[in-house]
């Protein structure tokens, strides 16, 4: 259970990337104050959460109502992730779950409250991590209660990363820089790429014992 733990942290960390959150938040709060910062930090990291763990919760029961074999999700889930970590790798720069974080950035200008759009959706909360905590929660359920309750851990463990990422991010762009953000997104897309890869094998073992059955 220790080792599928770690890999469900690795997995979320890597495909929220805080690292990449952190200069999109640093550009667009440039001119607020320090407690106006945290308030869309905290704000926006509590949407996330809320977001993460009802998907982890509900989208399963989702995915039985609508009859979807857990195999079917965990290749077509897996995929979305390769073309995320694809993304990451070859892109001039950007996070998995938004590889256009100069345009969000630039349209985030017409909205008010930047805690929920781009911070939380689709950048801290997007397609890609949904994703990953519904596949991590119908494999934890196969396992144990304690290794639910370690997804859960391992949610609230990602996005308390990612707060205090925000609330340091002038100070880590200062020590990091934009090549350093770059580098860091593309070493995540790599092991991202074979978390992916190792999902879509996993999958399609399942399917060839089902097929022999």
């Given at each position: 259970m220790n080792e599928f733990l770690l890999q469900a942290f690795v997995m979320l960390l890597v495909i929220i990337?805080?690292?990449?959150?952190?200069?999109?938040?640093?550009?667009?709060?440039?001119?607020?104050?320090?407690?106006?910062?945290?308030?869309?930090?905290k704000k926006a990291c509590l949407i996330s959460i809320?977001?993460?763990?009802s998907f982890a919760f509900a989208g399963d029961m989702l995915l039985d109502l609508m009859r979807i074999s857990p195999e079917?999700?965990?290749?077509?889930g897996s995929l979305l992730l390769l073309l995320a970590a694809i993304e990451m790798v070859l892109s001039k720069g950007g996070c998995a779950d938004n590889s256009q974080n100069h345009d969000v950035s630039s349209d985030a200008g017409r909205y008010e409250d930047i805690s929920v759009y781009p911070l939380?959706?689709?950048?801290?909360?997007?397609p890609g991590a949904l994703t990953t905590v519904v596949l991590l929660m119908r494999e934890?359920?196969?396992?144990s209660f304690q290794a639910v309750s370690g997804v859960v851990c391992v949610v609230f463990l990602v996005i308390?990363?990612?707060?205090?990422?925000?609330?340091?991010g002038d100070r880590l762009?200062?020590?990091?820089?934009?090549?350093?953000?770059?580098?860091?997104?593309?070493?995540?897309?790599i092991i991202l790429a074979a978390v992916s890869i190792d999902g879509i094998?996993?999958?399609?073992?399942?399917?060839?014992?089902?097929?022999k059955v």
């Open positions: 990337n805080p690292f990449a959150v952190v200069p999109i938040f640093v550009s667009l709060t440039r001119n607020d104050s320090v407690s106006v910062r945290r308030k869309v930090a809320t977001l993460l763990l079917a999700f965990r290749i077509t939380s959706i689709p950048l801290l909360s997007g934890a359920t196969e396992i308390a990363i990612s707060w205090g990422g925000l609330l340091l762009m200062r020590v990091i820089g934009i090549t350093g953000t770059n580098v860091l997104t593309r070493v995540c897309g094998l996993k999958g399609l073992i399942a399917v060839f014992k089902l097929a």
